[in-house]
C-alpha cells in the first residue's frame, strides 16, 4: 500500500525559508518520480517541482527555479523541498506526490501523471 506523510508546513514571513518532507514507504520509493505540486484557494492544483529515479533528474516549475530545491534521500526513503525567499504567492496546500511508470522528463510537469498523493501541509507566507 502507498503511504506518504508530509511535514515541514507552517507560517513564514516573506524572504523566509522552509523545508518539507515527505516520507515514503519503501514500495512508494522504488517508483518512478516523486514530486512536490500545489495548490492554492480557488486555484488548480500545479505542479512545483519533480524528481526521476531514473537519473536523479530535477524538474521546477519557472515560478520556484532558482529559490526551491527537491532532493532525496535513499536511505531514509524521504524527499525534502527547500523553499527559499518565499513570496506571499507561494501560499498554497503542498502536496508531496508518486508519478506513475508513464511519467518522462517531458511529462512530469502534470499533476494527472501522479498517482498517489499525500495529505497534504499549508504554507502560509505572510508579506
Known amino acids: 500500500q502507498v503511504q506518504l506523510v508530509e511535514s515541514g508546513g507552517g507560517l513564514v514571513q516573506a524572504g523566509g525559508s522552509l523545508r518539507l518532507s515527505c516520507a515514503a514507504s519503501?514500495?512508494?520509493?522504488?517508483?518512478?518520480?516523486m514530486g512536490w505540486l500545489r495548490q492554492a484557494p480557488g486555484k488548480e492544483r500545479e505542479f512545483v517541482a519533480g524528481?526521476?529515479?531514473?537519473?536523479?533528474?530535477?524538474y521546477y516549475a519557472d515560478s520556484v527555479k532558482g529559490r526551491f530545491t527537491i532532493s532525496r534521500d535513499n536511505a531514509k526513503n524521504t524527499v525534502y523541498l527547500q523553499m527559499n525567499s518565499l513570496k506571499p504567492e507561494d501560499t498554497a496546500v503542498y502536496y508531496c506526490?508518486?508519478?506513475?511508470?508513464?511519467?518522462?522528463?517531458?511529462?512530469?510537469?502534470?499533476?494527472?501523471?501522479?498517482?498517489?498523493w499525500g495529505q497534504g501541509t499549508q504554507i502560509t507566507v505572510s508579506s
Open positions: 524528481i526521476l529515479w531514473s537519473d536523479g533528474g530535477t
Open positions: 519503501r514500495r512508494t520509493f522504488s517508483s518512478y518520480a
Open positions: 506526490a508518486v508519478a506513475g511508470e508513464l511519467v518522462n522528463s517531458g511529462n512530469i510537469y502534470f499533476p494527472y501523471e501522479y498517482e498517489y
